[in-house]
């Protein structure tokens, strides 16, 4: 029984793939007559559940490119986003034919400057700015609510004289 253990869990192994990477944004705004810090949640089209915009890699497009055309595509909204990575987190994606996937997801900071009346994925989804405590509350990922909480420290922490294109 002790080898039918062993050479179980080694199929196991070799069936195991590595997670699948895919980019996300991080879509804020700074309010103006506050100064209060929001962040764009984004419903998924399958689930509901809140979520931020992201994903697969594109040929010919480094990650915060990606990150940036998710951002119009799912939620159309524009802006740069950072090139460097603010952080990652993981999560179970269900494919088409039912099979999970663990993905992992590089999110960039992306500041939103404008708003697109029509954009490819618009009706499909709900969109909803909310400040960093209920964005974090509303996300189902353990690490993407500690990546979006430690972002509204970063943020409150950062002078607020910092020019726009000091974000990457």
């Known amino acids: ?8 869990a080694d199929v196991h192994l070799m069936l195991r793939r590595p997670a699948r990477m895919q980019y996300a944004a991080l879509c804020y705004r700074i309010r103006k007559k506050t100064g209060a810090l929001e962040i764009l949640l984004i419903t998924s089209r399958d689930t509901g559940r809140w979520v931020i915009p992201k994903g697969w890699p594109m040929q010919g497009k480094r990650a915060h490119e ?5 951002a119009y595509e799912e939620a159309g909204v ?6 460097a990575a603010i952080g990652a987190y993981v999560y179970q994606k269900r494919m088409n034919h039912g099979l999970k996937v663990s993905c992992k997801v590089q999110v960039h ?4 400057d404008d708003f697109c009346k029509n ?11 909310v400040d960093c405590k209920e ?18 420290e970063r943020m409150a922490a950062a ?5 726009k294109s000091a974000n990457g």
């Open 66 to 70: 990606v990150a940036e055309r998710e």
């Open 1 to 8: 029984m002790n080898f039918l253990n062993r050479l179980a």
């Open 78 to 83: 524009k802006g740069k986003a950072q090139k």
């Open 119 to 129: 954009f490819p994925e618009k009706g499909t989804r709900r969109l909803e700015w």
């Open 109 to 112: 900071a992306l500041e939103v």
């Open 135 to 152: 964005a974090a509350s509303r996300v189902a990922e353990p690490s993407l609510k500690s990546l979006i909480l430690a972002f509204g």
């Open 159 to 163: 002078p607020a004289s910092l020019p």
